[in-house]
């Protein structure tokens, strides 16, 4: 089966049914070997799928799983509805966690906190173990062996993401000097301040 | 609006620096979460400068924190302190003449502390773009449509014949550390042939003796069939009736 | 909101989302008060939707409880493979069971149970059934009168033999150990069985 309006059906009929992400590979062994159609044929019934899915209710993505259809952003005012709960909202003390993981794994316990200033809760840990976001890829071999986290495809899939590469860029760190300057800092390095006045006028209306 | 209430009072704004009325203290971390946050809103918004601290009130809030503990959450207040202190050291190293050049190595305290706050707000500004990604179940959801009747297909189990074997073994080595179950080398024909003879048996009154065995299969099938009802009525499965001397003899199962 | 081909496209988003069949009324239920569409301009955009559906893998169809999404019948062939299990393993106990059947029969699972020293599950003696492995043969006339079971054709069949008589003998089933060194088999490798061998071999040549 290697025409392509012929795959058309049959792989959103799958995509629909599965109700999870199908990977082109996963889709491919739906068709019995000698009908399996090559994967670029796949692929030309996947781009016709999104194109056909233009002004729909929902559309064609590539998460890390593999392709899903779902339904578009600009409809979540009323399919929200369908549930009575609100969704679930995530403490930044949670969301802080899992971007340290995300932009830093392997990452122990100790280095997020670290970084944090404070102590990571057991729960928030368990919470993102839970719903499948981190999970332990090794021990750093320092004292104590500390699991070393990182995240998952399923967290890919939730927000949407097909790999790490997609998530927003880290802020860059900036350069020292004009750092100071905006934080009211004196000049480094401290030899230009002989007294105890290194404090900066501007910071003292405050 | 009020910010918060502490003890009855109206907590109307945020600090405007670090003094926080002890009071205040859970309120006004839990709100920024932690005290990192807390000094980065500070030094941001209220223009704080990290040296213009008087250490000797720092110092007085340690004290009047510390007896509140008990009552507070401990760990918030400690890390509000570790920050107190942090910055009550940059504070006192800043006000002292420089002793050596030798410590010129020595990385300036502030700077420490800066690139700590910078790499911190990195993140906290990571965690509000990934709270701004899609997600699921709250602005996207997975299309699904009801799948087709689908027949059940599921292969039946492979079974190989030494595992067979082998759990076989298993099982009479331990039948006969429960009991001293004999199990004796046994002609396997005679048992299937109990099994064949039971089942033309079956549902029927009286058989024949002599319908059950076949010419077709010779002397040596007529035997098995014999010692298989010679077994089956050791075994009490079957009857044997015999009407009159030399009469036919008729076989009947037990059970049926 | 009240113009169809803006309704179209929130309608299929909540249909697809719902995961279950909505009713009019519940798709009604999503607008809020003021901007709640007319039950008609609702049934023209379901309508509309079935329309659209024409020549795709799904269709829009009504059932008891309300309208759904469902996977068009033809393409169930290629559906259904995203369900197709793997063959499971029998249990150890199942595997007893059918081991004591062979070489016992007739025997009843009171027989087997008092061997095996444990109980045998109904299910077990189901699934022999179904794979017609065994089979009843009659009756043992004792309280209860339980059944007694035979092996069949086609557990014969399954394992290559032309009868019972090609099962290895008991006496040197009882000593495996040996078996194997002498037909040379290699270690199967079986969960805790190190002495995982028999004479398949044997029973095809005899």
């Not at chain 2, 190293?93 to 190595?105: D, F, I, K, S």
């Amino acid at each position: 089966m290697s025409d392509v309006e012929g795959l058309v059906p049959i792989v959103e009929a799958a995509l629909l049914a599965a109700g999870k992400p199908l990977t082109v590979a996963a889709i491919g062994a739906l068709f019995e070997e000698h009908e399996r159609p090559a994967k670029e044929d796949l692929q030309a019934a996947l781009d016709e799928i999104r194109h056909r899915c233009e002004g729909r209710g929902f559309d064609l993505v590539e998460v890390a799983s593999g392709f899903r259809f779902q339904v578009r952003e600009r409809y979540a005012t009323w399919v929200g509805r369908l549930w009575h709960e609100s969704p679930q909202k995530y403490s930044r003390a949670l969301l802080e966690t899992l971007a340290l993981v995300a932009y830093r794994q392997p990452i122990t316990r100790g280095e997020i906190e670290e970084i944090r200033g404070v102590a990571v809760s057991t729960n928030i840990i368990r919470t993102l173990h839970e719903r499948e976001w981190i999970r332990v890829v090794g021990h750093r071999d320092v004292p104590g062996r500390p699991a070393m986290y990182a995240t998952t495809r399923q967290f890919l899939d939730y927000f949407n993401l097909k790999n790490l590469d997609q998530l927003p860029a880290l802020a860059d760190i900036r350069d020292l000097e004009t750092l100071n300057a905006e934080l009211g800092f004196d000049t480094l390095p401290m030899e230009a301040s002989p007294t105890a006045q290194a404090a900066v006028d501007d910071a003292e209306q405050s | 609006m009020p910010f918060a209430f502490v003890m009855g009072k109206a907590v109307t704004e945020l600090p405007k620096d670090l003094y926080i009325p002890p009071q205040a203290l859970e309120v006004i971390l839990e709100a920024f979460e932690w005290p990192l946050d807390l000094l980065l809103y500070l030094i941001r918004r209220q223009n704080l400068d990290i040296l213009d601290i008087d250490v000797s009130r720092i110092t007085e809030q340690y004290m009047q924190y510390v007896e509140l503990m008990d009552a507070m959450r401990f760990e918030l207040a400690a890390e509000y302190l570790l920050m107190a202190a942090m910055l009550a050291e940059i504070k006192s190293r800043m006000l002292l003449p420089r002793a050596t050049p030798v410590e010129e190595e020595e990385e300036d305290p502030r700077a420490q502390l800066i690139r700590r706050l910078q790499e911190y707000e990195r993140f906290k500004k990571a965690a509000e773009d990934i709270e701004e990604l899609p997600r699921m179940e709250r602005d996207t959801w997975i299309a699904t449509a009801a799948p087709p009747p689908i027949e059940k297909q599921r292969p039946a189990p492979d079974v190989d014949m030494r595992e067979l074997l082998t759990v076989l073994s298993e099982v009479l080595k331990r039948a006969q550390m429960y009991e001293s179950h004999q199990v004796q080398r046994e002609a396997l024909s005679t048992r299937e042939r109990m099994s064949e003879v039971l089942e033309k048996l079956s549902g029927q009154q009286f058989v024949p003796f002599i319908s059950l065995f076949s010419a077709r299969e010779g002397k040596l099938g007529v035997v098995v069939t014999f010692l298989a009802i010679m077994e089956l009525i050791k075994e009490s499965l079957v009857e044997i009736v015999q009407t009159e001397n030399f009469g036919p003899i008729h076989v009947k199962g037990r059970a049926e």
